[in-house]
Every structure is written in structure tokens, then in C-alpha cells.
């Protein structure tokens, strides 16, 4: 028996490729497949099943391009729904493996189709379960993503959610171990952990949501709360997952095109193409083209760019780190994006070698900051509510980033105004945007809000 787990930090995402006689289970696979492929062709394996956890909201999956290459099935558990040919097994429906089994144990409440699938040795016993969103370590998936789609409230997901756990997942051993689909960074839970894996007993003495004497209407009212609103890509990317998609070689053709500065300028004017540069933020800061959105390479890209660009269509002209362009078509079609029309060869050097203009961002060290607060400084801190809530420098008015654009009208138009998240990669993100916007007073403060305690300036809590 092999298990490898593919963990791809951008998305906190596991993915799982498991072996047995030379023949192979998939499971949640990303939308490029090459590393798939090229597993099982070293090993001399073949690969037999495409499992699907549940139609995913957070990135386009690869198992219709890893079905047309392989022939092998997707399946999905109960109740999914796709425009396409797939198997949609029944509870408790058994799959061989080579000398492994895996059983289908329908887990609805995350969606309605969110499937577990506990895999069995060759002795039969129970060893793992590769849980999807339903279950991760520190936590479990959140109610509210498909709720409008089936009709029901978050509550009445919650409640099903409650009962799968009991039902199909608490009852087994407790040296089981879990993998996830998630680790910590996902949108789709509250407060997972940075564990990608684990045993079953561990979870049910850390997991709140494991706990033997929590009710269910408890449980309903600590998983429905606090929840912050979804990504608005995450509809998209569903419509994709269940509908089809085109294959990601394609996007590549599309994408990778080399412009000198007058063809990715010609471009830009003609289609309105978002100009995104993902380089990292201080190369950002002291120079970039004017209108251009910071969304770094080196960060949480991908999901940053589905919440702050939204469309999945729009068309986008690309500045990056050199050799990491087809990298960055990459990952962003991992969320969607399909739409990349190419980019500047040569990069920022090629466009201040034309003689075209360039923008910048000020930014001021923390030390130097307690020189220039006072009651009357305005201070933006788009840091998340719960890190603003553990603490913050006084008279900073929190809006996270990813409400940015909903309240720009709380934004100082005119005055100067500084800005900080914890680290500077939010808060540069927040000054493309609204420089791009005509708001052009900002100043950012380097090294954000770790740098801000480091100083010694006074935190409120």
C-alpha cells in the first residue's frame, strides 16, 4: 500500500494518489495532471478510480482531464449532480484496489453530495479516510456554500453535517487516520488546523466538532456563527467543476504569449485587461505601471485573486518574476481564471526601457511611526476582524481586505492615510486596488503589524 499526499500550499489543498498491485486511486486531484501521470508511470501502475470528495468551490478540479487521459471513472458520492458522464456511487458501495478496499460512506452537510472514503488494508482493516471537506483536523467544512443551490438553510446543512458525523464517521477506530482536502488557509472552514493529517482518536479529544456531549443544535449555532462570506469566485468555480472545463494545456497555449511593451499596451487598451503583477510587494511599492493590481506569486495567490478580481473571465496581462510565467497561468487557472492574453516580456525593465510611466507606493518603517500618530492619524488596518480583534493600534479602522471593494467610501479620498495588514502582502494588494481606484494618498507600513509590535508602539486591545 502507497499513500502520498500532494499538498499545494497556494490553495491548502491535499490532494491524494494511493497504490496497491499496480493499480491506483486518485483522489481530489488538481486541475494539472502531469504529476499524476508521471507517479504512475514510475511506479509501473495504472491509474483505476477518480474519486471526487464533493463538487469543489475553491478550484477547478483535474478529474476530467485525468479521466480523458486515463480512461479511468470519476465517482462521486450521492446526490452530485454534473453535466457530464460520471459514477455516482451508493452508500456503503465498495471499491477494490489491488488488495485495498474503499468504501463509500455518504457524508452529507458540508454539500449534499460530500462523500467520505474510509480505505480498508488487505487485511480489511479500517485505515484511513480521506474526509473531503466534511471533516479536517481542528475543524469541519462550512454549511453555507451550496445551501443556495439545494434549497436548504445553513442550519438544516449543519444539522445533516452533525448527523454524518456520528453516523458514519465517529463510530470508527480511533487509530484511523484522517486526510483532509484542506489545511489551515482555506476559506472553507473557520479554524482548521495546520496539520494536513491525523488519527481519528486525536480529532475526538481536539475537535469541538467531535465532542460526544455537544448537542446538535449546539453544534448547529458554533458552526453557523461567525462564518465571513465566500469568495465570490466559489460559485464559478463550482458551475466549472460540475460543468466542464477546457484542458488546461489549452490555457497554456492562450496565455504564454511574450509582448514587447507596445503589443501588452495595445492589448490592455483594446481588451480592458486587468493588468496583474505578481511580483512580490516592495519591487511593487517603488515601481510599477500605473492601474496594474498587485496579487504576489510568493503569497496566498490564487485564493487572493478569486476574492479581489471576482470574474473569472476577465481578461488579464500578466507581470512577472522572469521564468515564472507559465507558473502564474498556472495557478491561476487552478481558481478559474482562463483569460490570460500573455505577458510583458522582459518584464518592469522592458517597460521603463521604452520610456513608459511607472507609479510607486510610499512606504515608512514602523520605528519611524511614533513620530507621526496622533488622535487625528488615520490608519487603515485591512487585517481579518479576528486579528484586528487581538489586537491593534488605536483609532485604526479595520476593513478587512476582502471587503475592501464594497467599502471604499470609507476610505480618506484626499487625505494622507497610513496602511498595514500583518506582514505587507495584504495591505500592498489593498493599495493597488485603490490607487487603481484614483486613491492615491496612501502610505504603507513596511513589514505591517509584526514590524508595528516590534517598535514598541502601544497596542490596543
Excluded at 446526490?79 to 477494490?96: D, G, L, Q, W
Excluded at 443551490?149 to 444539522?159: D, L, P
Excluded at 484511523?176 to 488519527?199: L, M
Aim: net charge negative.
Amino acid at each position: 500500500m502507497k499513500i502520498e499526499q500532494i499538498y499545494t500550499g497556494c490553495l491548502s489543498q491535499g490532494a491524494y494518489y494511493v497504490e496497491s498491485d499496480g493499480e491506483v486511486a486518485i483522489i481530489d486531484p488538481l486541475r494539472e495532471i502531469n504529476h499524476y501521470l508521471k507517479l504512475a508511470k514510475k511506479n509501473d501502475a495504472k491509474i483505476k478510480f477518480i474519486f471526487e470528495t464533493h463538487i469543489h468551490a475553491d478550484f477547478v478540479s483535474g478529474h476530467l482531464t485525468l479521466s480523458k487521459a486515463t480512461g479511468a471513472p470519476v465517482i462521486f458520492g450521492p446526490n452530485a449532480k454534473t453535466s457530464y458522464p460520471v459514477t455516482i456511487a451508493k452508500n456503503r458501495e465498495t471499491f477494490k484496489l489491488g488488495k485495498l478496499t474503499f468504501v463509500v460512506l455518504h457524508t452529507p452537510g458540508h454539500t449534499l453530495e460530500s462523500t467520505t472514503y474510509l480505505l480498508k488494508d488487505d487485511k480489511g482493516k479500517d485505515h484511513a479516510i480521506f474526509t473531503g471537506d466534511t471533516l479536517f483536523l481542528g475543524d469541519v467544512g462550512r454549511p453555507d456554500l451550496a445551501q443556495k443551490e439545494n434549497g436548504m438553510t445553513q442550519e438544516q446543512m449543519a444539522g445533516l453535517l452533525y448527523e454524518s458525523l456520528r453516523t458514519q464517521i465517529m463510530p470508527l477506530e480511533d487509530d484511523v487516520i484522517i486526510y483532509p482536502a484542506h489545511g489551515a488557509g482555506s476559506a472553507c472552514g473557520k479554524k482548521i488546523s495546520s496539520e494536513t493529517s491525523g488519527t481519528l482518536g486525536s480529532q475526538k479529544l481536539k475537535n469541538y466538532a467531535l465532542n460526544q456531549e455537544l448537542s446538535k443544535a449546539d453544534f448547529i449555532k458554533e458552526l453557523t456563527s461567525g462564518l465571513e462570506a465566500p469568495p465570490p469566485y466559489f460559485p464559478m468555480n463550482v458551475k466549472m467543476n460540475q460543468e466542464g472545463y477546457k484542458d488546461i494545456d489549452e490555457v497554456l497555449k492562450t496565455g504564454y504569449k511574450a509582448l514587447n511593451p507596445e503589443e501588452f499596451e495595445k492589448i490592455a487598451n483594446q481588451s480592458g485587461a486587468l493588468i496583474l503583477d505578481v511580483r512580490n510587494q516592495i519591487q511593487f511599492a517603488q515601481e510599477h505601471i500605473p492601474q496594474s493590481i498587485f496579487i504576489g506569486i510568493d503569497g496566498g495567490f490564487a485564493p487572493w485573486v478569486g476574492a479581489m478580481i471576482g470574474d473569472i473571465k476577465h481578461p488579464i496581462l500578466l507581470i512577472t518574476p522572469q521564468g515564472r510565467e507559465e507558473e502564474t497561468i498556472t495557478r491561476l487557472s487552478r481558481v478559474g481564471f482562463d483569460n490570460t492574453l500573455g505577458f510583458l516580456d522582459g518584464g518592469l525593465a522592458s517597460w521603463k526601457a521604452a520610456g513608459k510611466e511607472t507609479d510607486s507606493i510610499p512606504l515608512i518603517e514602523a520605528s519611524k511611526l511614533s513620530d507621526r500618530i496622533s488622535l487625528k492619524t488615520k490608519i487603515i488596518d485591512v487585517r481579518k476582524i479576528s486579528e484586528f480583534n487581538d489586537g491593534h493600534l488605536k483609532n485604526a479602522l479595520n476593513i478587512p481586505l476582502d471587503q475592501l471593494n464594497e467599502k471604499l467610501d470609507e476610505i480618506p479620498a484626499k487625505d494622507d492615510f497610513f496602511i498595514h495588514c500583518a506582514g505587507g502582502y495584504r495591505s500592498m494588494i489593498a493599495n493597488s486596488i485603490l490607487k487603481s481606484r484614483g486613491i492615491h494618498s496612501m502610505i504603507d507600513i513596511a513589514g505591517g503589524f509584526s514590524a508595528i509590535k516590534s517598535s514598541g508602539i502601544p497596542i490596543e486591545v
